[in-house]
């Protein structure tokens, strides 16, 4: 039965290009999730885009000599033709400063507001002494009040989970100059996370497919929710649509509000360009499914922060109240959180330089052996340390000679031997029990890929490979020329294993498996990829950016196994995957970060 699938796709921050620790955890995941969804008959949205407001994007303007405007606009670009290159399936990746996300996140804080859920209060506000600008509380760090962590930024403490205020750290200090930061009083709204304690815990206690870490988490925070800002003061954001705020040059969105409310904006902008209006809420509904995906440090955001909107917009917080003008819209089905990929121990940092741009990497080595890396060895249930030289043996043993080396000897010895898809005969036992194992393998690697189990999915998918391997080692086609019967057949029979190892393969290798379509006599779009469309603004007409988009829709692979045409024509392969130097396993190329 095919169903409505949301794929929420975490919002990349424009302050710079994106690294390889990023992808691993938004990127790959939700597009291995959305290209299979697709192949299995569902209906898919698959949305983001940049997030550009709040003070980090107006100090990296600084630094750069840009204005705020000129660095979201550079950097917008710069990661949608990184995410294009990787083949990221979206729908929509568009960006958080265009007039349709103004408009969608002014509306939903106005029912947040009518609702009773939205309150202004005074707090302690922590401005930098040498600028007078406002410090965002991620960019304030101490020492937690409570665990003692000293590590701890001004939002929340990493090591215990608590929710924090810049002024409770103790020896508070900005992380962008290392001064001291002022404290001032100053207004604000906050959003009531408390009254949404009780809601918010029944639907948490309905999540039981979740992976344990994400849900445990969730439900240790609930005790501890209190009142959180939702505006801050600064100049670069979106207006707050309320009297005696609207016109306030200083008060803003607080840029975590609006980002998360990118959503449902970049869904109600997707619906507006293809023409009807009313397109996203199909995915919205209670018969839909949404799946957010994202770094383990967004846990929160996604798992209690937005889910509150959302039941604070639909009336259904803890308070009461009506739906507001988006109707009852959908809390998610499932947060899909990654944990960390890592560099020799170390957190890939942009500032301390251990860092691989995702533009580095698809240069000197394509999109698929990333893909492939961060979804056989990436950070899925705990953190993962990438090293050049496990990258090396998995493109060289596992891409190269496994998968590489069984799709150019079986293509390779029937275009030789026949010219085209050999006519089985007589199948024996090793034949059938072989396509046996390959044809089972569409149940277990859907189911795993279905509950966003990416290890075990591709490690099945890669079973099937060695298996068929095996098979032709032991059954020594080449030696069959008195036999040319028994030779065709196993050769058709390896040839189906490859069609059907292929298609459990094209969520993780979209480049490669539409090579391997063409390898076997295929023509056509079999992996749809993204494109880059350059747009207007759809309330901003004088304003244009890049969005990234495709059509996933035609007649591309599906989630089964198909008969392979007897006949179809076969040319000589061209290498799948090119072996790395193994002396790359010990420093990587050049400009890889050295880390001691």
């Not at 996300?101 to 302690?124: D, I, S």
């Not at 060289?396 to 390779?412: I, P, Q």
């Not at 969520?507 to 779009?525: I, M, S």
Request: net charge negative.
């Amino acid at each position: 039965m095919s169903t409505p699938v949301l794929t929420a796709v975490a919002w990349p921050y424009a302050n710079g290009p994106r690294h390889i620790g990023h992808v691993s955890g938004f990127g790959v995941p939700s597009d291995v999730f959305s290209r299979y969804m697709r192949m299995a008959g569902h209906r898919v949205l698959m949305v983001s885009g940049t997030d550009e407001h709040g003070t980090p994007i107006s100090v990296q303007a600084d630094k750069e000599g840009l204005t705020t405007r000129e660095l979201a606009d550079k950097y917008n670009r710069v990661i949608a033709e990184d995410l294009q290159g990787l083949g990221l399936s979206y729908d929509l990746f568009t960006r958080t400063t265009t007039g349709n996300h103004y408009k969608v996140v002014q509306e939903l804080f106005q029912a947040l507001w009518r609702n009773g859920y939205v309150a202004p209060k005074t707090q302690l506000g922590a401005i930098s002494p040498s600028t007078g600008r406002t410090l965002p509380d991620r960019y304030i760090e101490g020492t937690c009040p409570i665990c003692g962590y000293d590590g701890a930024r001004g939002d929340q403490c990493d090591n215990c989970g608590n929710q924090l205020d810049p002024a409770d750290l103790i020896n508070p200090k900005s992380r962008i100059n290392g001064e001291t930061p002022k404290f001032v009083e100053t207004e604000h709204l906050f959003l009531d996370l408390p009254a949404f304690t009780e809601s918010l815990g029944s639907w948490l206690s309905t999540r039981t497919e979740w992976r344990p870490n994400v849900l445990k988490f969730s439900q240790n925070l609930l005790d501890d929710l209190r009142p959180r800002a939702i505006t801050r003061d600064i100049d670069w954001g979106v207006p707050v649509p309320l009297d005696g705020w609207r016109d306030a040059p200083m008060k803003r969105f607080y840029v975590w509000f609006d980002a998360v409310i990118g959503y449902l904006s970049a869904s109600v902008e997707w619906a507006r360009r293809t023409g009807d209006a009313d397109a996203w809420k199909e995915f919205w509904t209670p018969d839909a499914q949404g799946y957010y995906f994202m770094g383990k440090d967004n846990i929160v955001f996604h798992s209690l922060i937005w889910p509150s909107l959302l039941l604070g917009q639909n009336g259904a917080g803890d308070k009461g109240g009506e739906a507001g003008a988006f109707g009852t819209l959908n809390l998610p089905t499932e947060v899909v959180s990654s944990e960390f990929l890592t560099m020799s121990g170390s957190k890939f940092s942009t500032s301390r330089g251990t860092v691989i741009y995702v533009r580095d990497f698809l240069r000197d080595f394509g999109p698929d052996t990333l893909r492939y890396f961060i979804s056989v060895a990436g950070p899925e249930n705990q953190d993962t340390d990438f090293t050049w030289e496990e990258f090396v043996r998995r493109t060289n043993f596992e891409l190269a000679n496994e998968w590489g080396n069984l799709v150019n000897r079986s293509v390779s010895m029937a275009h030789k031997n026949v010219g085209a898809v050999p006519k089985p005969t007589a199948p024996t036992a090793e034949d059938i029990a072989l396509l046996n194992q390959s044809k089972a393998a569409f149940a277990v690697v859907g189911d795993n890929l279905r509950r966003s189990r990416f290890k075990a999915a591709v490690g099945e998918a890669m079973r099937v490979v060695s298996a068929a391997n095996k098979y032709l080692s032991d059954q020594e086609p080449w030696k069959r020329k008195d036999d040319p019967e028994r030779r065709d057949t196993i050769l058709h029979t390896a040839l189906q294993v490859v069609s059907d190892a292929n298609t459990l393969l094209t969520p993780f290798l979209p480049h490669a498996a539409q090579k391997v379509h063409e390898a076997l006599g295929g023509t056509g779009v079999w992996s749809a990829q993204p494109r880059i469309d350059e747009v207007t603004d759809l309330d901003e007409t004088e304003r244009s950016y890049p969005i990234l988009t495709g059509d996933y829709a035609g007649e591309q692979a599906k989630w089964e196994s198909v008969d392979i045409e007897v006949g179809r024509p076969l040319e000589k392969p061209t290498p799948l995957f090119a072996k790395l130097d193994a002396a790359l396993g010990d420093t990587g190329p050049e400009w890889a970060p050295i880390v001691t």
